[in-house]
């Protein structure tokens, strides 16, 4: 009889356990190796491609609405910089690590001043669902001209 009681014991015990995930991949994001698809630039006329890698250990980068801006790119001649929609990058609610690379493209660059050509860089970082930020990159400088 004893043993029969020891034996419903740890089926018990084995039942009862439930497995908890024991992940440890990093939650914010990181990006790196930003590159971009010329460094001169005629205004209204050419495009700006910034390309970038990016990893992030728990997966929760992008967003389904598309009101929810995450990707950051500020000009340095601005004071604010503008915000871009990033879609999921990986099945909503799964703890996975990602990597890849995200391209972004400004449209209709312009000179700020009167003369004709000025030379700026981009400033840019991505945010996950959990509000967490990325390191910040800077581009090699660009030149605009008319």
Not at 58 to 77: Q, T
Not at 85 to 104: F, Q, T, V, W
């Amino acid at each position: 009889m004893r043993l029969y009681i020891n034996i419903l014991s740890l089926c018990i015990l084995f039942f009862s356990c439930k497995y908890e995930d024991q992940y440890t991949g990093d939650p914010k994001p990181s990006i790196s190796q930003l590159v971009l698809n010329q460094s001169d630039f005629k205004q209204f006329t050419d495009t700006v491609v910034l390309t970038f890698n990016y990893k992030d250990g728990d997966g929760d980068l992008g967003f389904e609405s598309a009101d929810s801006l995450s990707v950051e790119v500020r000009d340095i001649r601005f004071a604010k910089p503008d915000y871009y929609h990033l879609k999921p990058l990986a099945p909503l609610n799964e703890k996975l690590s990602i990597s890849g690379s995200i391209r972004i493209s400004l449209k209709n660059i312009f000179l700020l001043g009167a003369g004709s050509s000025e030379s700026t860089q981009f400033h840019i970082r991505i945010k996950d669902r959990a509000q967490h930020w990325s390191n910040a990159l800077m581009s090699k400088s660009v030149n605009i001209s008319k």
